[in-house]
């Protein structure tokens, strides 16, 4: 079984940065997929960002692209998303995901994701 614990989060003024960790226990694998979706209120969950383990390789959503950047520490497998220049509407529910067989045509989908932590507040208001 594996396990994931997210942190940070919070409220941030418009413009302001917010970072989110989330760490994998159990069964990991160098081959596994960690990535972040975010749902709000009345809209279905969205593809924020994900990075391939073994690799390193980092996907994003458009929305977020050149605001938002997600690392990986492999040792401690923690994967990080800094998000820098955040928005009204980035406000939503952000849950940590992973997938452990993930081909590159699911990344994107929730589809793809055995695991899911308990989610974590993010908000930008004025």
């Known amino acids: 079984q594996v396990q994931l614990v997210e942190s940070g989060g919070g409220v941030v003024h418009p413009g302001g940065s917010l970072r989110l960790s989330c760490t994998a226990s159990?069964?990991?694998?160098?081959?596994?997929?960690m990535g972040w979706f975010r749902q709000s209120p009345g809209k279905e969950r969205e593809f924020v960002a994900a990075?391939?383990?073994?690799?390193?390789?980092?996907y994003y959503a458009d929305s977020v692209k050149g605001r938002f950047n997600i690392s990986k520490d492999n040792a401690k497998n923690t994967i990080t998303n800094q998000m820098n220049g955040l928005k009204t509407e980035d406000k939503a529910v952000y849950s940590c995901a992973l997938g452990q067989r993930l081909t590159l045509s699911y990344v994107k989908r929730p589809a793809g994701y055995d695991v899911w932590g308990q989610g974590i507040q993010v908000t930008a208001s004025s």
């Open positions: 990075v391939f383990r073994s690799y390193g390789r980092a």
């Open positions: 159990g069964r990991t694998a160098s081959t596994d997929t």
